[in-house]
């Protein structure tokens, strides 16, 4: 076995081993499936069923409030008076809702009673459908319209977004949907770059307090040991993903089985929801296709996966190599962790100004400051993630990618030469002058 | 005789200063060289070089007859003088994994390993973690894993730091096995009493130069002023006295009924013109010439080099 697979064997067993890998792959997937089941899981506990007392004054809402499966209406002739003693005493109702006969022309007075507070969302709902109601009144009064003259009177518009390719040809593009698997594609390699970057550089110190440096290279070359250590955290990293992604998708599979119908349920009424706050989206979701899902799905099927999962694995690599060397060299000169803080920032901040890019591209994914730090390499593994699911130009992409090879093969070597000389050097208080120095000395 | 390392005028220059300056050494075949030098004379720098742990800006190092190359890592065992190991790994685990870089198949490794432990007497060690060892016994470790692929040239830094005096012995006997078992040792250290116990060769290195190098007895015998202790009996004022202009008296002490002076002889007056003059003042029981230490000479060449 030759000497660097040796070297990363062991740096990757080291870690897989270790009692905080296996902690952060069982959390971690927890953590990930929990955000997606627990919004669910707790909208079906608190599943809110209201049988509501409809005393209607103005006499304009009989039969026109829709019942819904989890508000019923129901029309008493009640004084108010009987009705809010009948809800104290814990009678048939949830809520009394109170329609004064000026509610045409004072839309405001409408009130609602109750002990438990009904969700905001069941609240809402009553107001849409009040409103409706008294929208189509008037239409109705002014201009003597039917009720589906008035439905037809409400325009269903949906902007279809296209991008045209460099051929010409025009293609649907994925916006939403796009904007989120970008920015989460993005996050994560930032993280990880921080993550597994330190790592490189604890690694470095470790071995450089430990004083085993010098008895390992004097087998093996410095750049063989700093290489073989970036490239076995570099696996340890990916199996730490893949793990996330295999458990978690496990874990909410699990779940979905279990719970199949209450979470479908669930997430129709989630959409539900979000159509109210949203009227624009629920028109156009009605006019599309039934099923909400169903254009989740048609979102998803916009974005070319082979080529967003093909440029992930590739900027995280070469994102991680990138700064992995460089934190391998800032490691390599330092005698202790609290040494790294003023060789950590240069470092540092391109990656904090690529995040902070990353979000300003995901409103404006071709704008020139997002082209540019989407080719610059040290903010391109970022940024260039939050473009990728939007559809960018191939020559952008393999511009980016080359110039982040080149820059990464740059960098490895220029930090092989500090590392080289760094390792065998304790107690200086180092700057950047001296480690400059250092990039000019003789192997 | 045969030489296993040659190094032709080594300079080896960092940015502000020079670690060495036109360094040559030979290092005989199967024989315990010390390379001796007071701190940051350029001990280390001329080490790393032979390891390739660092180049010469010029010169040539000869190993076993061929140009120094990568390939001959295999054959030098090295242990600096700042060594550790892994805290977290395992003993055994550890052990492999050095050995294994220095070239030997996983399974040779394991089974040297285990007649190496038991000889040291530390195979319940195997699967602790390094943390949990004392410091000797992470040196000796360390010492096992130098040796284990039995190199022809054997490096160590102050071997015997960390070592109790039990250890240490175990350890130089080791070393002395090693060489008769027909390996090269260079052993790098400021213990002059192991320099004159063991080393056959030495050299002195001071500012980057080599100040001093060859056989350690015919050091000692050049080094030589013409000092002799005598034993005697008698009056002490006598003595003095006898003692014509061609010598001086350096010393004298009472040691129970016997009485020593040193004295160094002038001109190159023999011993028995000494004994001639002293016969007849006192009762002479002992005469033996005084060779110097290696310590003394050691410091004597480096204040004398460090003046000019």
């Known amino acids: 076995m030759s000497k660097v697979s040796l070297i990363i064997q062991r740096e990757y067993l080291v870690r897989v081993k270790k009692k905080s890998f296996l902690i952060m792959s069982l959390v971690g997937p927890i953590l990930i499936a929990a955000l997606m089941i627990v919004p669910a899981w707790l909208a079906t506990r608190e599943e809110d069923s209201q049988k509501v007392e409809v005393i209607d004054e103005s006499g304009l809402f009989i039969n026109k409030l829709k019942n819904t499966e989890n508000i019923d209406f129901e029309h008493t002739f009640r004084s108010l008076t009987e009705a809010h003693e009948d809800l104290n005493n814990n009678g048939d109702y949830t809520a009394v809702l109170h329609i004064p006969k000026v509610i045409v022309t004072l839309p405001e007075t409408a009130q609602l009673f109750y002990k438990d507070k009904p969700k905001g969302s069941s609240i809402r709902y009553m107001e849409g459908q009040i409103a409706k109601t008294i929208e189509n009144k008037k239409l109705e009064d002014l201009y003597s319209l039917s009720l589906d003259q008035i439905s037809g009177l409400r325009p269903r518009v949906k902007i279809v977004s296209n991008k045209l390719n460099d051929s010409g040809e025009s293609e649907e593009s994925a916006d939403e949907l796009a904007t989120g698997v970008g920015l989460v594609l993005a996050m994560f390699i930032y993280f990880f770059i921080f993550l597994f970057g330190v790592q490189v550089m604890r690694g470095v110190i470790e071995e450089k307090t430990n004083r085993i440096v010098e008895v390992i290279i004097s087998s093996v070359k410095p750049f063989q040991l700093m290489m073989g250590k970036i490239i076995g955290i570099a696996l340890v990293a990916l199996t730490q993903v893949a793990l996330w992604i295999g458990l978690s998708s496990a874990i909410v599979g699990i779940t979905k089985t279990v719970f199949s119908e209450k979470f479908d349920k669930v997430q129709t009424e989630q959409v539900q929801q979000l159509e109210e706050f949203n009227p624009a989206l629920k028109e156009n979701q009605q006019k599309q296709n039934s099923n909400p899902m169903d254009e989740v799905m048609f979102q998803l099927s916009l974005i070319n996966f082979p080529v967003v999962i093909g440029c992930f694995v590739f900027f995280f690599i070469g994102g991680y190599l990138l700064y992995g060397s460089l934190f391998a060299a800032i490691g390599s000169a330092v005698d202790n962790e609290t040494d790294t803080q003023q060789f950590m920032m240069p470092v540092t901040i391109p990656l904090i100004i690529g995040i902070v890019i990353a979000q300003v591209a995901m409103e404006n994914p071709d704008g020139s400051v997002a082209f540019w730090a989407s080719i610059i390499p040290f903010t391109s593994p970022i940024v260039m993630m939050v473009r990728v699911p939007f559809g960018v130009a191939e020559w952008e992409i393999a511009l980016s990618m080359v110039l982040l090879i080149a820059t990464f093969i740059g960098s490895t070597m220029m930090a092989g030469k500090i590392y080289r000389t760094g390792i065998l050097m304790y107690g200086k208080k180092i700057n950047f002058k001296e480690i400059g120095k250092w990039l000019f000395f003789k192997g | ?308």
């Open chain 2, 1 to 308: 005789m045969e030489s296993i390392l040659v190094a032709e005028n080594i300079v080896k220059q960092y940015a502000s200063h020079r670690a060495l300056d036109d360094v040559s050494v030979e290092v005989p075949k199967g024989s315990i060289f010390g390379l001796l030098g007071p701190n940051g004379a350029g001990k280390t720098s001329f080490i790393r070089i032979i390891n390739q742990i660092t180049g010469p800006d010029s010169g040539k190092i000869i190993l076993d007859g061929e140009a120094l190359a990568p390939k001959h890592v295999e054959m030098i065992g090295y242990l600096p003088e700042e060594r550790g190991l892994y805290k977290k790994m395992e003993v055994g685990e550890q052990a492999l994994y050095l050995a294994q870089l220095k070239g030997l198949s996983k399974s040779d490794a394991k089974a040297k390993l285990k007649v190496w432990f038991e000889k040291f007497e530390i195979t319940p060690w195997w699967n602790k973690k390094v943390e949990e060892l004392s410091k000797g016994m992470a040196q000796k470790v360390q010492f096992i894993v130098t040796v284990l692929h039995e190199p022809k040239l054997l490096i160590l830094d102050e071997p015997f730091s960390g070592f109790d005096p039990i250890n240490a012995n175990l350890i130089q006997s080791e070393i002395m096995r090693l060489k008769e078992e027909g390996s090269t040792i260079i052993l790098s250290t400021h213990n002059m009493g192991s320099v004159e116990e063991i080393c056959e060769h030495i050299a002195l290195i001071n500012n980057a130069k080599k100040i001093l190098s060859g056989p350690v007895k015919q050091i000692q015998q050049d080094f030589k002023e013409g000092i002799y202790e005598i034993t005697f009996k008698g009056n002490m004022i006598g003595f003095t006295t006898a003692l014509w202009t061609g010598c001086e008296l350096i010393s004298s002490s009472d040691v129970g009924e016997y009485k020593k002076a040193t004295v160094k002889l002038l001109d190159n007056k023999s011993p028995n013109e000494l004994l001639k003059a002293i016969i007849s003042e006192v009762e002479v029981f002992g005469i033996q010439e005084v060779i110097p230490s290696m310590s003394d000479i050691f410091i004597k060449q480096v204040k004398a080099n460090s003046k000019s």
